[in-house]
């Protein structure tokens, strides 16, 4: 039986080691019997992510037939199905902003901010995005704002590429002001760190690669004496949130060892795995813990970028992705590239399982967060931006319902529907840059 107190666990309660402080995730201890939930850790907050991939949808075999709720998901969105009262499909929209000849240098600056960047190199500007909007107003009282993420880099790329517009543009979609785009990590032993702590340097990288023992292990007394006064629920909330920090931790070290085992750690940060798939799913389950431990509730993150020459053999593509992109109406090519899509959203859907099996509060992180999924493009062999692939996948902490495929007049600004999503994050805007109003019905 539960002893009724006024005295509880705070939200933000850490477990301290030498060089990490390990916040633990939402427990019931956190919100004691007779307390106004709106007063305390349980009430729930919504998560607000960004899941970019390049080179557009074939359309056709990405948008539903029909509309509304108990629609057939397309071949593209398959996956989804298992999640269908958590998907919003939205049809309709377009980004006027990206339309130039430099469309893989305007598609990610313009994907969440609807304003087109400054064409002079030497001059790079262009707009504030949505999920720093939101990192201003919900990531405030988290330790990190907003976490930026990607599973390639780019950053050497210097000078004008895409169409002469600068190459700052290509390396990332998140920008803090019109002049400050933010980097994309791309190692998860650097992420790992700094949500955990450990070193971030190459030299402090190193050494903490030749240590054995896990950030985990200093901390283990006193997650023991935690447990023994918490209940069943919490103690196993605590328990499998420890081992799947270890569990990451371990396929880590296991990434960092493959990279070491061909010599001298190399300038490049050690721990990014060789396999794309693990590299996108360590990618995916720090969000989920970061999320659960409530260390930010903004995630931004780039599935692969655009001019991308990654194969995937693993759907029987060994051409590169953007040349697959350009297929020419080749209906061989339409079929690897729809493949390729396909695989990205099985990808996208490990990613909801996770969210959905994590306990949060009275809920699962899934029904609270709002997960914006998609691409700037249309037809990659037509370089157009209109109609764009748009899934929404979460609750939004009970302001958003799933099983809908909404159609919204042709050409309506991808932007109306960010600024719809802000609202539903608490965090209500009137403009964004070329928004005319938010989405009805969503």
């Not at 400050?180 to 990288?205: A, K, S, W």
């Not at 001298?264 to 721990?271: H, Q």
């Not at 914006?372 to 748009?390: C, K, T």
């Not at 719809?420 to 608490?426: C, I, P, S």
Request: aromatic residues 6%.
């Amino acid at each position: 039986m539960r002893i009724i107190t006024k005295k509880h666990l705070g939200r933000r309660t850490f477990l301290q080691s030498a060089g990490a402080a390990i916040a633990l995730p939402l427990l019931d201890a956190m919100s004691p019997a007779l307390t106004a939930q709106r007063r305390t850790a349980a009430h729930p907050v919504t998560r607000l992510g960004f899941v970019y991939v390049p080179h557009g949808a074939v359309m056709q075999r990405f948008t539903p037939a029909t509309e509304g709720s108990g629609f057939e998901f397309s071949p593209i969105l398959k996956p989804l199905e298992p999640f269908r009262e958590r998907v919003v499909v939205v049809s309709g929209l377009a980004n006027k902003t990206a339309d130039n000849a430099g469309v893989h240098s305007l598609s990610p600056p313009t994907w969440l901010s609807g304003v087109r960047p400054n064409e002079k190199d030497l001059d790079i500007r262009a707009g504030i995005t949505a999920d720093q909007i939101a990192a201003r107003k919900i990531g405030q009282t988290t330790p990190f704002p907003s976490l930026e993420l990607a599973t390639e880099d780019h950053s050497g790329l210097i000078g004008a590429c895409d169409g002469g517009y600068s190459c700052t543009y290509i390396n990332t979609l998140a920008w803090r002001t019109p002049t400050t785009p933010l980097p994309m990590e791309i190692n998860p032993r650097v992420v790992f760190e700094r949500l955990f702590g450990e070193g971030g340097t190459p030299e402090q990288r190193a050494a903490a690669f030749r240590q054995d023992r896990s950030v985990l292990d200093a901390a283990a007394e006193q997650a023991s004496r935690l447990k023994m006064s918490l209940g069943a629920s919490d103690r196993l909330t605590l328990t499998q949130y420890l081992d799947n920090i270890r569990e990451i931790e371990r396929r880590i070290e296991v990434a960092g060892t493959q990279t070491a085992k061909q010599g001298e750690i190399p300038n490049a940060p050690a721990g990014i795995p060789e396999s794309f798939e693990e590299h996108i799913k360590l990618m995916f389950d720090l969000q989920v813990l970061a999320y659960q431990a409530d260390l930010t509730r903004v995630c931004t993150f780039m599935l692969a970028r655009e001019l991308s020459q990654r194969t995937y053999p693993q759907v029987g593509s060994h051409d590169p992705h953007h040349s697959v992109s350009h297929h020419q109406d080749d209906p061989v090519k339409i079929e690897t590239l729809a493949r390729i899509q396909n695989y990205h959203v099985q990808l996208f859907a490990y990613y909801l399982e996770k969210l959905r099996t994590t306990r949060d509060g009275d809920g699962s992180l899934l029904d609270h967060s709002v997960i914006l999924y998609g691409s700037n493009m249309s037809n990659s062999n037509l370089h157009n931006h209109f109609p764009l692939p748009v899934v929404l996948a979460g609750g939004a902490a009970g302001a958003l319902n799933g099983d809908r495929h909404l159609k919204y007049a042709d050409h309506t600004p991808m932007t109306n529907l960010l600024i719809t999503l802000l609202g539903k994050a608490g965090v209500p805007i009137e403009k964004l840059g070329d928004s005319t109003g938010m989405l009805a019905e969503l």
